[in-house]
């Protein structure tokens, strides 16, 4: 009830973040559930079934992920005074915004089973029941076909409970140690995982390299859901432990960033923006590389769909790759904003010593041309060298 009583009364750019969440939960749901709708549709296609299934951990964990980046930036999670007084210390507030989350997902996942079950008529006849009503096949939704009712909401349980297990573990109380209300100082030091997420990258690619050969096998194929599109497993390992590399590299990139700026005879604007990347690379550098592992995989699927003209994107491969690129996105813009809130003393103290306000636009200006200049090259590189086996 205090969950429910908290959404009601939020501001509205906060509701629109969990409204945001609830269309991704549903988004994903209604993947989960076209997946076993083609199980009942094609009981003698089961391996089929499950890799469709295996397809959507991608929107699953990009919605998981966006689903703690709004509960880490909602105000009702923070401990505010007079809080502890009344019984909401820091373990009951983490239980707040994963109940908050819990319920925000089970929105989207009731709405998607509402959805599902009206293309497929279970609902009774109408234009709006029928799946060529927005360009779906009737067999991807296994219409005509009995759906088990306890395996649908198993599926759909699977978000609100992965959604709120990871906002539990990201918001968890820390020891004191650890806790920004008792660091005095800055963490300024560089993150240790660009190395490694170099190393995993260059990895990833050289696999993928070694097994593009067979990419046209016979039995080497792994569908794509909604098109039987042809991936080797091999390549797909490739991709994946690239951009897991590009995700372990983000904190180091970004804290990469603000040393070039601050590196020479910086002026104050170039310092200012190279200590703020510095100081912000660990809450900004995660988000940031999972957004550039995101747009790797995409560019490079568009790449090879393109050299493949007759395997056209399929309308559930585009409902998944809508859910993941807006949920990363989404998720970087919200870590944007709460770096924003975490800075609020030192702008203000700024603004007390004179800074101006176009000063401070400019710095921010300068910040997001950094991460431009560094990220987006990095990021077409990784794409043009995981589609270069491919394409040729």
Do not use: N
């Amino acid at each position: 009830m205090l969950a429910l009583r908290l959404a009601r009364g939020s501001r509205p750019l906060v509701l629109l973040r969990r409204l945001s969440v609830t269309a991704a939960a549903a988004g994903t749901g209604f993947l989960l559930l076209s997946t076993l709708g083609h199980a009942a549709g094609h009981p003698s296609a089961a391996d089929e079934s499950l890799v469709r299934l295996l397809w959507c951990a991608a929107p699953l964990a990009a919605t998981a992920q966006f689903a703690v980046s709004t509960a880490r930036t909602d105000p009702a999670a923070r401990l505010q005074r007079g809080m502890t007084a009344a019984g909401l210390g820091p373990l009951r507030l983490t239980l707040l915004a994963t109940a908050s989350t819990a319920l925000t997902c089970f929105l989207g996942v009731a709405l998607a089973l509402l959805a599902f079950l009206r293309l497929r008529g279970d609902l009774g006849p109408g234009q709006l029941g029928r799946p060529s009503a927005l360009g779906l096949d009737s067999d991807l939704l296994g219409t005509g076909h009995p759906v088990p009712l306890v395996g649908a909401l198993l599926l759909l349980a699977t978000v609100p409970l992965t959604a709120a297990a990871a906002t539990a573990v990201s918001l968890r109380p820390r020891d004191e140690a650890g806790t920004p209300e008792t660091d005095s100082r800055p963490r300024t030091a560089q993150p240790s995982g660009l190395p490694w997420g170099i190393a995993l990258a260059a990895a990833g690619l050289a696999i993928e390299a070694y097994t593009s050969r067979g990419a046209h096998a016979p039995g080497g194929l792994l569908p794509l859901p909604g098109r039987l599109v042809g991936s080797p497993p091999g390549v797909l390992a490739g991709w994946a432990l690239s951009t897991f590399g590009l995700v372990l590299a983000g904190p180091g990139l970004v804290h990469l960033c603000g040393r070039l700026l601050c590196a020479g005879r910086p002026g104050a604007l170039r310092l200012l923006s190279g200590r703020v990347l510095q100081e912000e690379s660990h809450r900004l550098g995660r988000p940031l590389g999972v957004l550039c592992a995101v747009a790797s995989a995409a560019y490079a699927a568009v790449k090879v769909y393109e050299a493949s003209p007759a395997s056209p994107f399929g309308p559930l491969t585009a409902v998944g790759a809508a859910v993941v690129l807006a949920c990363v996105t989404a998720s970087a813009l919200t870590a944007a904003v709460e770096s924003r809130s975490a800075r609020a003393h030192t702008t203000a103290a700024l603004r007390r010593l004179g800074a101006s306000a176009s000063v401070l636009h400019r710095a921010a200006a300068l910040r997001f041309l950094a991460l431009v200049l560094v990220m987006a090259p990095l990021t077409w590189t990784v794409a043009e060298m995981a589609t270069l086996p491919l394409v040729h």
